[in-house]
């Protein structure tokens, strides 16, 4: 099979499309035909050499995938060969076939295409179980999600507005921010140009809950932001690992911060939120509530200028890399 691996950390430019050997199912797993691939930031980091792969995850890019199961490894129920997917992975999505712990897997949604399916395993998987199983976010509650333009973005846009939450979000130009209220965000602020803790307290007094892909740079003034009793989730640091804040505000709030990955969790986790995204999210992304946002569509032999596009920022949802054709 062919498959998209990097010669050596870089740039874009180091990502080459070759052959590597096929993947074979073991127990538990499944081997599948791989419709789409979809780019994430994580993947950026892992071709420039900043976030190595779990152990067992190889060294192919791409953490989501849609596509056509091919073969079952031993003790699989519930699947057949034959069968259109999707699925949360730990690495291995830009190339031909993938192989995938079973408990991974998610049917596709009815009404949603198969390679636009590649859009939704990473994004449902983190917004739900940060938004939701963490943070625990409740109808009347104020969502602030930053990055709203993003695959990550636009997703939690539609599940805080499908949960009944008031949703804001931050995002760098009019245009997108114009997007972002078309999908349902309540109150849009241009970060290159609004303070979006003063928005916060004016428009709503505070975010219940706020999720975060930047990491230090805001955490004090997430803090600030939140109301009484908020939650932080943060699941990037594009804003840096390390920061100071007072202890004391967010004492004060009776507020709480909670950092996530998702990659690194252990199959049995990972196949527990896979099963509650099934059982509650799904449902709203095949009445059509919650949709993948697809930007752009690239063959993932042209990977390296989806990167390069992610990299510059232009792009609304995701960017997806189509295996065949």
């Not at 080459?16 to 797993?29: A, L």
């Not at 989501?64 to 091919?70: D, P, R």
């Not at 408990?103 to 938004?131: D, F, H, K, M, R």
């Not at 990972?270 to 799904?282: P, Y």
Request: glycine share 12%; hydrophobic share 45%.
């Amino acid at each position: 099979m062919y498959a998209i691996t990097a010669r050596e950390p870089g740039g874009a430019e180091v990502l080459t499309w070759t052959e590597v050997p096929d993947p074979e199912p073991g127990r538990g797993e499944v081997l599948i035909d791989v419709a789409a691939s979809a780019v994430n930031r994580a993947d950026l980091l892992q071709r420039q050499g900043f976030y190595p792969p779990p152990p067992g995850a190889g060294d192919i890019l791409g953490l989501e995938c849609s596509g056509t199961i091919a073969a079952l490894g031993d003790d699989v129920e519930g699947w057949q060969v034959g069968d259109e997917v999707c699925a949360l992975l730990s690495g291995g999505g830009y190339a031909e076939k993938v192989v995938v712990p079973a408990v991974q897997l998610l049917p596709i949604p009815a009404e949603v295409g198969l390679v636009t399916a590649a859009a939704l395993p990473e994004v449902a998987c983190t917004v739900w179980s940060n938004v939701v199983l963490i943070a625990h976010l409740t109808e009347g509650e104020v969502l602030l999600a930053h990055g709203g333009a993003g695959g990550i973005g636009t997703h939690a846009i539609q599940v805080g507005k499908a949960l009944g939450a008031t949703v804001a979000v931050t995002a760098g130009s009019a245009e997108r921010l114009e997007r972002c209220a078309q999908l349902g965000a309540d109150i849009t602020i241009n970060y290159r140009e609004q303070d979006f803790v003063d928005m916060l307290r004016r428009t709503t007094g505070g975010a219940d809950v706020i999720l975060d892909n930047m990491g230090a740079s805001y955490l004090d003034r997430n803090i600030d932001a939140l109301a009484p009793n908020g939650r932080v989730a943060i699941i990037g640091m594009q804003g840096g690992t390390k920061t100071e804040f007072n202890l004391g505000k967010l004492m004060a709030k009776r507020a709480s911060v909670s950092g996530t990955t998702l990659r690194a969790r252990p199959v049995a986790e990972k196949g527990e939120i896979v099963a509650a995204v099934r059982e509650s999210l799904w449902p709203l992304v095949e009445q059509g509530t919650v949709q993948p946002i697809v930007g752009q569509v690239v063959p993932m032999a042209e990977a390296a200028d989806a990167h390069r596009a992610l990299e510059e920022g232009g792009v609304f949802g995701k960017i997806l890399l189509t295996a065949k054709g």
